[in-house]
């Protein structure tokens, strides 16, 4: 709850500062580049640092990978067959091979993980 109030207190803080001019026009655009460029990545090496992957998870992290591959591989023959060119068998590479698979992967971990914490918690 701490980190909550800190947000709020930081919203709150920043509208001020910003509605009294403050801080200078391009003082979001730098704390954005700021949070992006160097605090994320530091945030998830830091997780990462003693994180464990288990020989049953390398399937489903490699299933992007196989299935960009599989795409990647379809298109082409396919374009080959139809005699387009590269530019055009490219798009349906990149559309079909690239596609947000979070829509059918988080719903599918989401489950498990909530499962997890439940039974943790009793």
């Given amino acids: 709850m701490s980190n909550v109030v800190l947000l709020f207190v930081c919203l709150c803080l920043g509208v001020l500062l910003g ?6 026009p391009a003082t979001p655009r730098v704390l954005n580049s700021v949070i992006v460029h160097i605090s994320l990545p530091a ?3 830091l997780r990462l ?4 992957l288990p020989p049953e998870l390398l399937f489903p992290v ?3 990978w196989i299935s960009f591959l599989l795409a990647c591989g379809f298109f082409w023959l396919l ?3 139809l ?5 055009t068998i490219g798009g349906p590479m ?10 059918v992967g988080l719903p599918m971990i989401e489950p498990s993980t909530a499962a997890a914490a439940w039974r943790s918690e009793s």
């Fill in 94 to 103: 990149l559309v079909g091979g690239l596609a947000n698979t979070s829509f």
């Fill in 49 to 52: 640092h003693g994180t464990r």
């Fill in 19 to 24: 509605n009294r001019g403050l801080l200078p």
């Fill in 83 to 87: 005699r387009l060119p590269d530019t």
């Fill in 79 to 81: 374009g080959r067959a």
């Fill in 43 to 45: 945030v998830i090496l």
């Fill in 62 to 64: 490699g299933m992007p």
